[in-house]
């Protein structure tokens, strides 16, 4: 294995589907057992982009790299190198859990298939269906074996297509939970997905295209304060009183502020920087405190975003 | 990577096996490969077994001849659905994406498949033709015996068998690659398959004399063939392509 730079690295990555560009220029890195979700609506390039990493499709023009390997131009080392898991969970029907598993730990020629196997299984939560035929599981198991086949010869680099698409709330809390336990494990982890409150806890990075292009790219607060501000809310016990107003107004660090009968929302210059003086100011003030947060989460971040025109298009 | 390395490959050999377990639980395939083989050895050994040469048209050689036709026909149509569904199957199911992240590149990929075709088919192909041989050494009057034990029958089908159900294979292969539907596929295959067995037509009708130089050149020249169609099949199958046109 060879890496200089990123895990997983992309350079102006073009790619066209006859006149439509489903992918402007992508520059994104993603660094060694980050998790980062792609997100965005259909359409936005976020399975175009998987696929290229994942060597189904190839670039027409800038660099793919997975671990320093060039996907266009040497797909088998990086196909070694990847686990990949589409949004379909995509498995033999008719054939065994534990052979869908095994297939393709023999195909990866990891030195002991039957304990891989058995392994991954493990790890999935589907041990003790092994036998069963995969056609017979319900999606949530399904998608669990998919992981597993997708983990069984311990890739550095995972791809999962929209994990948790179709899946109950505590299926998809599951699921949740396996990949962040497999980013502990050091995985580096590219993931599409719509869920943007699953992105908010789980990512250490978002990136959110629309249209081809790459608009957003940080952590879920990065891109909140970028979207919606240095933001931040403050609930009280009880009513506001004046001294309170005035520890908030004569603070320097707020630049505008929004007042509620029993909370505040403030926007300050830096909200990771100001927000430890301002509250600091307002318990010297007597206010009892029940909860500081930003305001917005990732999801009306995400809205704001799709609300403004795209850079480069007509409408921009 | 020579055509050799290709198929001692692990990950060709997990694919075969990967392919067999698929083709022994797919019933469409399984039928075919059950009731075609028995119905290409029942009607041959009824043939000559019921054999009158008051009522036979032409003599022994030719009902010999006819025979021998559907042992070298089974090989060649008994792999055309299972080439079918090579890479459309897979496509249906929705296998085929991950199946294309697997560290095979596409020689391997299509020789994994190739070899779990051509395994099931020869082996149904010889195993009939011995089960005609064992009938007609106990079974079957002497004036039709004696031509249908001629050695170079059975020299004939060792040496074409596999070269016609390699042809028939990659034939099969080829369209699939191409086509977004089995049964185009299958079409398809049919329409370059079944011309493609006037030159077995004329050894078994002895219209060209079936000795070993005769079985010899035919080997040679569907051996040259599958060589060239096989790097056609290889050109021919394009990643992109297969996925997009699911």
């Known amino acids: ?316 | 990577m020579s055509n050799a390395a290709i198929t001692s490959s692990p990950g060709v050999r997990a694919l075969a096996r990967k392919e067999l377990r698929e083709l022994r639980r797919h019933r469409m395939i399984v039928a075919t490969a059950i009731v075609l083989p028995i119905a290409f050895l029942v009607l041959p050994v009824l043939n000559l077994l019921l054999y009158e040469p008051s009522r036979a048209i032409g003599g022994p050689d030719f009902a010999v001849g006819q025979a021998m036709f559907c042992f070298f026909l089974t090989p060649v149509i008994m792999p055309a659905t299972m080439a079918a569904y090579g890479i459309i199957g897979e496509r249906d199911q929705g296998t085929l994406e991950p199946l294309l992240t697997l560290p095979l590149s596409d020689r391997e990929l299509l020789a994994g498949k190739v070899a779990a075709i051509l395994l099931p088919t020869l082996g149904a192909s010889f195993g009939i033709y011995a089960l005609y041989m064992a009938v007609v050494a106990l079974a079957v009057e002497p004036p039709v015996r004696s031509p249908a034990l001629d050695w170079t029958w059975p020299f004939g089908l060792l040496l074409a068998a596999p070269l016609l159900a390699l042809f028939s294979t990659l034939t099969g292969m080829f369209f699939s690659a191409r086509s977004k539907d089995v049964r185009i596929a299958e079409h398809l295959s049919g329409l370059v398959l079944l011309p493609s067995m006037l030159p077995v037509l004329l050894i078994v009708t002895r219209t060209v004399e079936p000795s070993v130089l005769t079985w010899c050149v035919f080997a040679a020249a569907v051996a040259a063939i599958d060589a060239g169609l096989w790097r056609l099949v290889v050109r021919a199958f394009d990643r992109e392509r297969a996925i997009s046109t699911a």
């Open chain 1, 1 to 316: 294995m060879r890496c200089a730079g990123p895990a997983i690295e992309c350079r102006a990555v073009t790619r066209r589907f006859g006149a439509r560009t489903a992918l402007h220029a992508l520059d994104l890195d993603v660094e060694a057992g980050e998790i980062v979700g792609l997100l965005g609506p259909n359409g936005s390039g976020k399975t175009t982009t998987l696929r290229i990493l994942a060597t189904l499709l190839r670039p027409d023009s800038g660099t793919a790299r997975i671990l320093s390997w060039d996907v266009a131009a040497e797909p088998m080392q990086v196909r070694r190198l990847i686990g990949v898991m589409p949004e379909r969970p995509s498995l033999y029907d008719r054939h065994p859990v534990e052979d869908n598993v095994r297939f393709w730990a023999e195909v990866h020629q990891v030195r002991d298939p039957g304990a891989a196997v058995a392994r991954a299984l493990e790890f999935a939560g589907v041990a003790d269906r092994a036998r069963d035929p995969a056609g017979s599981l319900s999606k949530g198991l399904k998608q669990r074996v998919a992981l597993a086949r997708a983990i069984v010869h311990r890739p550095p680099v995972l791809l999962l297509d929209e994990p948790s698409s179709g899946l109950d709330p505590s299926a998809a809390a599951s699921m949740e939970g396996l990949i962040r336990d497999l980013a502990r494990e050091g995985t580096t982890i590219l993931l599409n997905t719509h869920r943007l409150a699953e992105a908010e806890r789980l990512c250490d990075r978002v990136a959110i295209l629309r249209e081809g292009h790459l608009l957003q790219v940080g952590t879920p607060q990065q891109v909140r304060a970028a979207l919606l501000g240095h933001i931040v809310e403050v609930e009280f016990a009880g009513l506001v009183d004046l001294p309170v107003r005035r520890a908030v107004e004569s603070f320097p660090a707020v630049r505008e502020v929004w007042w509620s009968p029993s909370a505040v929302r403030c926007r300050l210059s830096d909200a990771g920087r100001d927000t430890p003086e301002l509250v600091a100011r307002l318990v010297r003030a007597g206010a009892a405190i029940v909860a500081v947060r930003p305001a917005g989460d990732l999801e009306r971040a995400y809205l704001e975003l799709m609300s403004q025109p795209v850079p480069g298009s007509l409408a921009a």
